[in-house]
């Protein structure tokens, strides 16, 4: 996040206390005022100043609570108020540009799917600002009050200070002050995370792993990385969230990775990767069905699950390989879930037991015996990982206060 200034002890204890109260009528509402006070553990006085900001900056409303079986006047309930504030939510991959307005409900209002090209002569963040600004011509007669903008990208990213440090696909990346450079052009927040870790923070807000306190989340795609929940935080929140897994090296001897070193395990499992080892070896595997069509994730899953030696040999593989991986942060982490986010998931029936089996031979087996394989509730495509950052500072109050100040 790039942000003013650091607030003091008071202004922190009020922006905590604001972002619980806001978090328990977002996620139980209606909640009466009663109830909040016990809840979050706060004297009735202090709920009723920090409603009452809430109710004047139309951030929750006031709404009937009829109790079961009462036949007495309704209690007054709260509930959140999300239709009015929205916030742009950008996500930045190989080639191409999303963005979307969203209500703070998370609900989809417009989302624009824009070709960004890896090469050009102007700055990445020039042209990123361009499109922003044409996106918010294109749909003004949609747009309410703008509160921030959340972006998700692949990359090594300093999130605390917006900055991105390189970039996968666009190698001109270097150094790039793309949140400095947002929140002077539009004047709101601006909350830049990888791609990856935003992710895992959608499934535990939103999905798979909702109400899970320790959760390892795996991302198999273009790049491989993983994110971590621990205690029900994201790992490193505060600056580096990413836990570079992709980055790790498993041979010594393979090709070079963007990040300067030799055979990553990106290099290996990454599916750019996959379908590279599958394309040389088809030419050793003759009896194989992908032959004679186009080779892409989809045909390579569809081989696999139809029992295509070849196309079931490559994917093993790859859970064999992060199967290692994930082992180590097993023995670390002891998590309560594995949430595995890929294409390759289109191949469960054999990518997930290669790598349940590799962790429950490298891991302990008091930690990994209940240890289950599951896939993400999102995909990686689209905006929705903007979402959780943005609930995320809305629950940590950091935004919630910026909006109560006006």
């Known amino acids: 996040m790039v942000a003013d200034s650091q607030p003091g002890h008071i202004d922190q204890i009020k922006q905590t206390n604001a972002g619980a109260v806001y978090r328990l009528i977002d996620q139980l509402g209606p909640v009466s005022r009663i109830d909040l006070s016990r809840l979050a553990q706060l004297a009735p006085a202090s709920i009723t100043k920090i409603v009452r900001e809430m109710l004047e900056a139309h951030l929750v409303q006031e709404t009937e609570i009829q109790e079961p079986g009462s036949r007495g006047r309704p209690a007054v309930g709260l509930v959140v108020e999300t239709e009015a504030w929205h916030y742009l939510s ?16 998370s609900k989809l209002v417009v989302e624009d799917k824009l070709p960004l090209e890896l090469v050009a002569a102007e700055p990445l963040e020039v042209r990123i600002t361009a499109l922003i600004d044409r996106f918010f011509i294109d749909h003004q007669q949609k747009l309410e009050r703008l509160t921030a903008i959340a972006i998700t990208m692949p990359g090594i990213i300093d999130t605390e200070n917006g900055i991105v440090h390189r970039m996968p696909f666009y190698e001109d990346v270097k150094e790039m002050p793309l949140g400095e450079v947002l929140k002077n052009h539009t004047g709101v927040p601006v909350y830049i995370q990888h791609d990856i870790s935003a992710w895992t923070m959608t499934e535990a807000l939103f999905g798979a792993s909702r109400g899970a306190r320790d ?16 205690d029900g935080r994201l790992l490193h929140a505060g600056s580096s969230s990413l836990v570079e897994i992709g980055h790790t090296q498993v041979d010594p001897y393979g090709k070079r ?31 194989s069905t992908l032959h004679g069509q186009p080779l892409t994730v989809e045909s390579l899953c569809a081989a696999a699950q139809q029992g295509d030696l070849l196309a079931k040999d490559i994917i093993t593989g790859v859970g064999i390989n992060v199967g290692r991986i994930i082992a180590i942060m097993v023995n670390l982490f002891n998590p309560q879930k594995i949430l595995i986010g890929s294409p390759l998931s289109q ?35 689209g905006t929705m990982a903007g979402a959780a950052l943005v609930k995320d500072a809305m629950y940590n109050g950091s935004l919630l206060i910026r909006l109560l100040q006006g």
Request: proline share 2%.
């Open 90 to 105: 950008l996500r930045i991959s190989r080639g191409e540009i999303y963005l979307a307005l969203r209500d703070l409900s």
């Open 215 to 230: 959760v390892i989340q795996v991302v198999i795609d273009h790049n491989v990385g993983a994110g971590v929940i621990t």
């Open 257 to 287: 990775c963007y990040c300067g070193n030799h055979g990553c395990l990106e290099t290996i499992a990454s599916v750019d990767s996959v379908l590279e080892l599958a394309q040389l070896r088809l030419g050793q595997s003759m009896s």
């Open 347 to 381: 191949a469960s029936d054999v990518l997930f037991p290669a790598i349940a089996d590799s962790i429950r031979q490298q891991s302990l087996p008091a930690y990994s015996k209940h240890i289950v394989v599951e896939s993400t509730q999102f995909t990686n495509q």
